[in-house]
């Protein structure tokens, strides 16, 4: 991370007599095995693997990712070069498959395995229909068992054994604040390596010391294990030098190094003259720039250099010598050295296409189960190249589920933008250190999200030459038209769309289409929409400015940002302009004669969304269209008696879904399937995690909408568990807010005082059709409709109930409240009109507050009787009571979404119910008995249910992580049917159920 | 290693070969040369109407006349370059508080004149030794 100046930075930074000295150092790869080949491959293409013979050194030093040099004579490379695909064994290597090499070249073949951890491909394979990775690597468990990415810090290290010393100690490993990752799992231990270091502070540490008392290139490894027993090793280097052996000094560096935000790294131009050294710097080198810098003037000279990583402030620029430029004439000769980050190579390699498509359950490399774009961009890393082995890749931490990554064949750096810019707007950056970096442009954070460093405080002081600051007052982009979807955890999206400003264009400007974007919510895509405009319409353009510090603690990547203020006196229009800066580019410069290090800056002003509104989906009944009038009011309809509402398949129920505490709504489609084998994945698009683990109520209508609610008292709206009620048009479907506290205040002309959601039922007979209460501390007030068109009925119920329940069956709404004093209130089928009122003790018992219809009948069970645990029944909507039908009925005190905790089938004749004693019971006669559900475990928590559509099919869940279904009505041993749930929720604690599908 | 005198050294190492000018022309009246210090190579005027030092302090010896046999001893440590490393101890713009400028002592470019001297009879007019990149060595006390 970007480290803030201190009070002691600013200091040297304003300081007189700055200057540095320059040195470059190129690595010469070490040999560690040579060979010849045995025999010529069967032809040129498509070579994965060679004999060879005649091997000298040791074997068991060629590690994977080194290189292989093929050439005519001794330690020659000019056949070509390979990489090293896996560790060899005796008389063969495995090498990248490749088809460049002419082995036919008669004579000796001379093949030399040298150190030289380089920027790769790895091709894929396909036989048949399998696919495979870097030629033989078949797929297993590597997109469900991660392995560790080792983020082990800058590619070099430079150490310097100052006069008198014989020794120095350098610094390994990353900067503070980051460590190695994986994906599902953590990391476990860490093991570094050297064989030419003296010793290390610890082996096992993040970030040790290393202790060298010889100069020249070390190669140093690192061994990171992860808890799920994968390891994955990195390889850096250390880079030592002395005053008697001096790196190439830099003859000339008219631009120095330029670090680029579209570029996405540096590039750094070295003129030498002629040295004898120069001729043993090999192609495609890797070189470190480095300085030793001074701040302060006369006896006040102090030698240090200032930068954000410990240990890595001296380092300039890490790169790849790419080409060069020859300059001769008689009297002189100089090459000019073209170093370029580790962006380049990856924009010049080619990767082969890579795809995936979100799968619960991989079965081939293309899937890839609750895939973000870190996950896609893990893949392509780890095994389309070998960038995880050489440098750190630091990931965008971004959980947005997406269905697909796919890239044709292309560099694999615009495969990684494929993956992530045009998903999530997230850019692929290299710093000057060889780190990967992927990340939103500050521009395009939300306000709260913008957490990365104001790293200084420029003043003017702090600047020399000329401010240069273009100011546009049109508007490039008239709207911004942005669309996306919101992807579940099973893979499954759903569309939004926001114009900013608005729908009508501004003034100026065309309109600026954003599209195929993954998305939060409605909320996010339409803050996003007001970001984008607000960047492209930026008024303030690339600002230039040249430091007049030697300060190389401000640099373009990772995410950071200066301060400047231009005062209005110093405005030539008249205004101050305050803001934060972005660096989008960095100039080095160097000056031989005088020592001088030139910083040259082009900054960006930060920017604040515009104004942003939802856009509209084509054909969709999004909420983005006007809110819909009330619904007539519905007609008597016929009574269903018996049976269910929906069709019954074959085996289980299709679709289930379940509530758990911590995860949320979790779906599965594939209920049905053998034990074991359900596929359950998260459904809270659009919904916060305080929201989605609140929930306590859950209703699905019959055009498939889902209702959850969050019943109980609204007192702060703020608070996490505030109550509330979202809709999705279908399970997995993004949730949109109907109602909550400031809303529900407002409709109960409550002020600031708490307002109760009591209950929501609804309508089975219609596509949907909902009716709930809210209560204000004297009465029930009634709003029924669907989606955002529900209305007030005006009926006013007078009550000290704060929850209730509610159900409609035969033309009536029935609603009972919770208080010891049982009440009935019996309501027209548009709930205006109060028909009837029961209550205790002439019709209901003392404590029975809880009622549930048989099917869409008007018979009701009354139950959750604490004082002689009866139930009774109800028929013709209140008419008549018959009182005590049933015993035993211990209720548990937990009283959400009660309808799951006494629960009948369609006949009524099946019950099956908690009980306080052993949490679950079921009665096979109208509730006359009730016996323990034997083939259920106790558990320690409330069973819920739900009937699947017939008398005998059932699903339980229990708060103590248990999913059973059964179509014996719990006779025999039910099914587990848990599946996947513990990779969702390891300790689910299960709190709902719903059969969605029968 | 004993402390430095005020006076004017050269050489490649301090511990073993940094020596006077007296030492190193084996006389006892060694003629100073007419020295020069500019505490940086260059500077900025800044934006807020401030002017700040930049690069490395630099320096310059000049004889008006320098034996060419002096010269000679001086070239060895040149050995033919245009520049070397050197370490020298110059008179800086500081004063002491008696109002002497002060010595010190700087790792160095040490740069040989790049031109044709103007050689008269055996000595040479106008002899000129720069110094840049000068890093501070701390004062033996």
Redesign the interface.
């Known amino acids: 991370m970007p480290r803030i100046s201190t009070g002691d930075d600013i200091d040297r930074f304003?300081s007189?007599?700055?200057?540095s000295?320059l040195h470059a150092a190129f690595f010469i790869p070490h040999t560690i095995y040579t060979a010849v080949l045995a025999s010529v491959p069967a032809s040129t293409d498509m070579v994965a693997q060679i004999s060879f013979t005649s091997g000298s050194g040791t074997l068991a030093n060629v590690k994977q990712d080194m290189v292989l040099w093929v050439g005519t004579t001794s330690g020659g490379q000019e056949l070509g070069i390979a990489r090293i695909r896996k560790v060899p064994i005796a008389g063969t290597f495995y090498i990248g498959e490749q088809s460049a090499i002419n082995w036919n070249v008669g004579g000796t073949i001379y093949l030399t395995i040298v150190d030289d951890f380089d920027m790769w491909k790895k091709h894929v394979r396909i036989d048949g229909t399998t696919i495979y990775m870097d030629y033989d690597i078949a797929f297993s468990d590597q997109h469900t068992v991660f392995s560790p990415v080792p983020v082990l810090g800058p590619i070099v290290t430079v150490g310097k054994i100052e006069a008198g010393d014989t020794t120095v100690t350098v610094q390994l490993g990353p900067e503070t604040g980051y460590t190695s990752w994986v994906f599902g799992s953590t990391i476990s231990t860490y093991l570094w390596s050297c064989a030419t270091a003296v010793s290390f502070s610890s082996t096992s540490n993040i970030r040790p010391t290393a202790v060298f008392d010889t100069i020249g290139w070390h190669l140093v490894y690192c061994l990171v294990t992860a808890a799920n027993g994968k390891t994955r090793t990195g390889v850096r280097y250390v880079y030592i030098w002395d005053?008697d052996n001096p790196p190439l000094s830099v003859f000339q560096t008219p631009e120095l190094l330029t670090e680029d935000n579209k570029a996405g790294g540096c590039n750094m131009s070295l003129v030498f003259a002629a040295q004898a050294s120069l001729a043993e710097i090999p192609d495609r080198a890797l070189c470190v720039v480095f300085s030793e810098d001074?701040y302060g003037?006369?006896?006040a000279?102090e030698?240090i250099s200032i930068g954000a990583v410990t240990g890595r402030e001296n380092i300039i620029g890490i790169g790849r010598l790419i080409g060069e430029s020859l300059t001769y004439d008689d009297e002189s000769k100089t090459a000019s050295l073209e170093i370029q980050g580790y962006q380049e190579l990856m924009k010049r390699i080619n990767g082969f296409p890579a795809g995936l498509l979100f799968k619960i359950t991989p079965a081939v490399w293309t899937d890839m189960p609750a895939m973000t774009v870190d996950r896609a961009l893990f893949h392509l890393l780890e095994y389309h190249t070998t960038a995880i082995t050489i440098m750190d890749f630091n990931r965008t931490g971004d959980t947005r589920y997406t269905a697909k990554a796919f890239s044709p064949f292309a560099s694999i750096w615009e495969q990684m933008q494929e993956f992530a810019y045009k998903q999530i707007l997230a850019n692929p950056r290299i710093d000057h250190l060889g780190r990967l970096w992927v990340e939103i442009d500050p521009l395009l954070l939300p306000i709260a999200s913008r957490t990365y460093p104001v790293v200084l405080e420029l003043?003017?002081?702090?600047?020399?030459?000329?401010?240069e600051l273009p100011r546009e007052v049109l508007n490039e982009v008239g709207q911004v038209d942005l669309s996306g979807v919101v992807v579940d955890g099973g893979g499954n999206g759903v569309g939004f769309r926001s114009f900013s400003p608005g729908h009508i264009p501004d003034r100026t400007g065309a309109v600026e289409v954003s599209d195929r974007l993954l998305l939060t919510d409605q909320t996010q895509a339409n803050e996003l929409a007001g970001l984008i405009n607000a960047q492209k319409n930026n008024p303030y353009k690339p600002m230039r400015v040249k430091l007049?510090a030697n300060n190389r603690l401000l640099t373009c990547f990772p995410n950071q940002a200066v301060t400047y203020t231009i005062t209005a006196d110093k405005n030539p229009r008249g205004f101050a302009i305050t803001k934060n800066w972005i660096p989008r580019q960095r100039k080095l410069s160097y000056?031989s004669?005088?020592?001088?290090m030139e910083v040259e800056f082009i900054l960006e002003a930060e920017t604040i969304p515009a104004l942003a509104v939802t856009g509209d989906i084509p054909g969709s009944d999004s909420f983005a269209f006007p809110p819909l009038p009330g619904l007539p009011s519905l007609p008597p309809l016929p009574v269903i008696l018996p049976g269910g509402t929906g069709p019954v398949t074959d085996g289980g129920p299709p679709s289930v879904l379940v509530h758990e505490a911590g995860a949320g709504l979790i779906l599965c489609n594939n209920f049905g399937a053998d034990e074991n084998e359900q596929e359950w994945y998260t459904v809270n698009g659009g919904l916060s995690s305080g929201v989605y683990q609140s929930i306590n109520r859950i209703v699905k209508t019959k055009n498939g909408a889902i209702y959850i609610i969050r019943c109980g008292g609204g007192y702060t709206p703020s608070a996490a568990k505030d109550i509330f009620i979202y809709r999705a048009p279908y399970a997995g479907g993004s949730f949109e807010l109907i109602e909550d506290l400031i809303s529900a205040r407002i409709k109960m002309s409550a002020g600031s005082n708490p307002v109760w959601i009591g209950n929501i039922g609804f309508n089975p007979l219609v596509d949907e059709d909902l009716l709930y209460t809210l209560w204000d501390g004297s009465q029930f007030g009634l709003f029924k409709g669907a989606g955002d068109s529900f209305v007030d009925t005006g009926l006013v119920i007078a009550t000290g109930d704060t929850a209730c329940s509610i159900s409609y069956g035969n033309g009536k709404w029935v609603i009972t409240g919770n208080s010891f004093s049982s009440k009935m209130w019996i309501l027209s089928a548009d709930a205006s009109t109060l028909l009837d009122t029961k209550q205790y003790p002439t019709d209901l018992k003392a404590g029975e507050t809880r009622h549930v219809r048989i099917s869409t009948t008007d018979k009701i069970y009354h139950y959750h009787n604490s004082v002689d645990n009866t139930i009774s029944q109800s028929e013709g909507n209140g008419t008549t009571f018959t009182q005590d039908i049933g015993d035993d009925y211990v209720p548990s005190e937990t009283v959400n979404d009660s309808e799951t905790l006494f629960v009948t089938d369609p006949t009524g004749q099946y019950i099956a119910t908690d009980r306080a004693t052993t949490g679950k019971g079921k009665s096979t006669d109208f509730g006359a008995t009730l016996v323990d559900i034997s083939n259920l475990p106790f558990t320690g928590h409330n069973w819920r249910f739900a009937n699947a559509g017939t008398t005998a099919r059932w699903v339980a869940v229990s708060g103590g992580g248990y999913i059973y279904y059964t179509d014996d009505f719990f006779a025999s041993a039910p099914m587990d049917a848990r599946g996947n749930l513990l990779s969702i929720a390891p300790i689910p604690a299960l709190t709902n159920v719903r059969v969605l599908e029968y | 290693m004993a402390p430095w005198s005020s006076t004017f050294y050269i050489g490649t190492d301090l511990d073993t070969d940094f020596d006077t000018l007296n030492t190193l022309f084996e006389v006892s009246d060694a003629i100073d040369p007419d020295a020069t210090f500019s505490p940086f190579a260059a500077f900025n005027d800044n934006i807020d109407g401030s002017r700040s030092g930049i690069g490395f302090p630099m320096a310059t010896w000049k004889w008006a006349a320098r034996q060419d046999t002096r010269i000679e001893i001086l070239q060895a440590f040149w050995d033919g370059a245009l520049s070397v490393p050197l370490y020298i101890r110059t008179l800086t713009n500081r004063l002491d508080i008696y109002n002497a400028r002060i010595y010190r002592t700087f790792l160095c470019q040490a740069l040989w004149p790049p031109k044709g001297e103007d050689k008269q009879a055996s000595a040479t007019l106008g002899f000129e030794l720069e110094f840049r990149h000068l890093i501070l060595q701390d004062e033996i006390t």
């Open positions: 304003r007189d007599g700055q200057a000295k005053d001074y003037e006369g006896d000279q030698k003043e003017d002081s702090d600047l020399t030459g000329r401010v007049r000056d004669e005088t020592g001088v």
